[in-house]
T-cell receptor
């Protein structure tokens, strides 16, 4: 069975601090995909990144970066120089392929609060 | 120009009633999904359709019935509503898998269902 663990329930930082959100996953699949989504207070779910199990290169997008380590089954997300607009719940998810689509297993989310 | 839209955004109803939530996507995707997000923000997949065929049917009470009239629409009908059905329901869509390649899901704004 697939499992995603986000052990940090809530993190509070002061603006401009760097923050890392942890994600640990379990799967028996040799090919799998991982995702991060953001859910701001307005409630919508915003796709941030997709990463496949064959690509262990770290990725950077502006202030966001992702560290994928297969050896520790982790896919951590770092926000550099956090801003108040980064306040949201962040979800890590693992996909299981089914015919034609993906079944996403979500972690329980990490609530990030960025204060002035 | 909304990619994935849902109606209604809010739904307040009494126990025992039957209600429907509609979802439409204009992304040209072949696969659509329904997720339930409970009061603790936990997201769980309920159903998925690929080209109008049901491909994911999680352990959901049979009071919930999805219907996909075409690839761009996926509706959710709920009979005999119960207090425990109160949640936010998200529709999502994605491209079909291509070989081992899997694609991100794009989510609608959610429908907040309150059963009193």
């Amino acid at each position: 069975a697939q499992k995603v663990t986000q052990a940090q329930t809530e993190i509070s930082v002061v603006e401009k601090e760097d923050v890392t959100l942890d994600c640990v996953y379990e799967t028996r699949d040799t090919t799998y995909y991982l995702f991060w989504y953001k859910q701001p207070p307005s409630g919508e779910l915003v796709f941030l990144i997709r990463r496949n199990s064959f690509d262990e290169q770290n990725e950077i997008s502006g202030r966001y970066s992702w560290n994928f380590q297969k050896s520790t089954s982790s896919f951590n997300f770092t926000i550099t120089a956090s801003q108040v607009v980064d306040s949201a719940v962040y979800f890590c998810a693992l996909s299981e392929a089914v015919a034609g689509g993906n079944k996403l297993t979500f972690g329980t989310g990490t609530q990030l609060k960025v204060e002035l | 120009d909304t990619a994935v839209s849902q109606t209604p955004k809010y739904l307040v109803t009494q126990m025992g009633n039957d209600k429907s939530i509609k979802c439409e996507q204009n992304l040209g995707h072949d696969t659509m999904y329904w997720y339930k997000q409970d009061s603790k923000k936990f997201l769980k997949i309920m159903f998925s359709y690929n080209n109008k065929e049901l491909i994911i049917n999680e352990t959901v009470p049979n009071r919930f019935s999805p219907k996909s009239p075409d690839k761009a629409h996926l509706n959710l009908h709920i009979n005999s509503l119960e207090l425990g059905d109160s949640a936010v329901y998200f529709c999502a869509s994605s491209q079909s898998n291509s070989g081992s390649r899997r694609y991100e899901q794009y989510f609608g704004p959610g429908t907040r269902l309150t059963v009193t």
